[in-house]
């Protein structure tokens, strides 16, 4: 039995839509929708792509063929995902030239190749191949990640310049048959993902629908890799009730994949993609509900030793870290100086009525429901997971140029003037009243709450 298709993404012209529409929409709603009409002007779409129409492979070979990529094999399995490898973009070109060439662009499955997760903007600052589209810009993770690490181990050597893990923003090369398995993004993150070259086909399954392919037990580590294989009925007996959305994704279009959305996507052709995933007030939410439920699975993987540990707490965090990404510590300093930095644009905004400042109020907001929700947590209580200083925060420096990259993505999201702060500005503020340092949930709530009325707004 094949599967149950229940419609198609829709697809519009992107020079049509402001972004107020867009979130009104497809963001605030949560539902995938597919753009045309915004690369244009892409560098990549010109050097990306040979005179004859083809995906000019020796240009990547010419100019960054000594990066070290992750490239998945797509005919082994392993665990929840495909195998990957490391090697280099010159050898992975000459992987795919040499296997085209010898069967005549028909790759053999055996020997199918898709680079992944090339951290291509952070290793090639300088090289702009691309503009991120005004509906994206509003990008919490990687805005976050330009500045700071979302993980710090006291325990590795890990550089602030590493290259890995820094950001969430990726190029993806693959031949004709390449394909990603059955998968949900990262954090339950927003993405979205431009074809350079070639066509791609999607498969979505809503949230509504995720217990349709969870195993019987309704382990989220173990859902369907692959929904056109030998799906097992016992394990999975609600799999041929769901309903289906596709969408065939041509050349320069990209497509909006909302948050906590189950895909798989297979390449119709060569294909060269941009893809960033990325969260904010829409759904910052919906990624603490994902640490919570992985913070359980956690908790319950190592519930016997519970007695005999010294720090159960601890290693609980840290195997979540390892397994999501990021710990309770990691994902709270994320939210409060996410807090902090909002409040200082608010401070400097003129019209609290203006779009930029909804927009501010609207982050504070959510910021708070988030708190709220995590205070309920037993993890926060009588723990101090973290402390962080608020005098601290703003007189470092990374903080400064995160307020001020923060500032400069809104006033272009909204053609307004925003003023780029200093780090002498920062220390002379008086918003932050005596909350000196928040350590707890409810320490971000009462700051953030006494605050707004010393911004007087």
Not at 149 to 160: A, C, K, L, V, Y
Not at 313 to 318: F, P, R, V
Request: aromatic letters at 14%; charged letters at 25%; a negative charge.
């Amino acid at each position: 039995m094949g599967l149950r298709i229940g419609g198609e993404v829709e697809k519009v012209n992107g020079k049509e839509l402001n972004y107020a529409d867009f979130v009104g929409k497809y963001l605030s709603r949560n539902q995938p929708v597919v753009f045309t009409g915004l690369t244009d002007d892409w560098r990549a779409c010109k050097d990306w792509v040979s005179d004859d129409g083809k995906p000019n492979l020796r240009f990547f070979s010419a100019h960054f063929g000594a990066s070290r990529v992750q490239v998945a094999d797509c005919a082994t399995r392993e665990f929840t995902d495909q195998k990957r490898i490391e090697m280099s973009v010159s050898d992975f070109i000459d992987r795919w030239l040499t296997d085209s060439s010898s069967d005549n662009g028909e790759s053999d499955e055996q020997s199918l190749l898709y680079l992944k997760d090339w951290h291509f903007s952070k290793e090639y600052p300088d090289y702009v191949a691309y503009n991120t589209p005004i509906f994206f810009l509003d990008d919490w993770l990687n805005l976050y990640l330009d500045k700071y690490h979302m993980h710090n181990d006291p325990e590795s050597n890990q550089e602030r310049n590493e290259i890995s893990c820094s950001d969430y923003r990726f190029v993806y090369m693959g031949a004709k048959g390449t394909w990603t398995p059955l998968h949900a993004d990262v954090f339950r993150s927003f993405s979205w993902s431009a074809n350079v070259y070639g066509r791609k086909k999607w498969y979505f399954l809503s949230p509504s629908q995720h217990h349709l392919v969870y195993d019987r037990c309704g382990y989220m580590k173990s859902s369907v890799y692959d929904i056109f294989g030998d799906v097992c009925k016992s394990m999975y007996p609600g799999f041929e009730k769901a309903i289906w959305l596709e969408c065939t994704q041509e050349p320069n279009e990209i497509i909006f994949v909302p948050s906590g959305w189950y895909h798989q996507v297979h390449n119709l052709e060569d294909t060269i993609s941009i893809n960033h995933n990325w969260f904010n007030a829409y759904n910052v939410s919906w990624v603490w509900d994902l640490l919570l439920r992985e913070y359980h699975e956690a908790v319950g993987y190592i519930e016997d030793i519970r007695d005999i540990c010294d720090d159960f707490e601890g290693l609980c965090q840290k195997n979540l870290a390892a397994n999501a990404g990021m710990d309770f510590r990691d994902f709270f300093t994320f939210i409060t100086r996410f807090a902090l930095a909002n409040l200082v644009l608010l401070h400097d905004v003129r019209n609290i009525d203006c779009k930029m400042a909804r927009l501010l109020f609207f982050n504070l907001e959510n910021i708070q429901h988030v708190a709220l929700k995590m205070k309920s947590e037993s993890a926060w209580q009588n723990r101090d997971i973290t402390t962080i200083s608020v005098t601290e925060t703003i007189e470092d420096q990374s903080f400064v140029e995160f307020c001020n990259a923060m500032g400069k993505t809104y006033s272009t999201m909204y053609n307004e003037s925003q003023h780029s702060q200093t780090l002498q500005e920062l220390e002379q503020l008086n918003i932050f009243g005596s909350h000196q340092n928040i350590r707890i949930p409810d320490d971000l709530l009462a700051f953030v709450d006494c605050a707004l009325k010393l911004v007087g707004k």
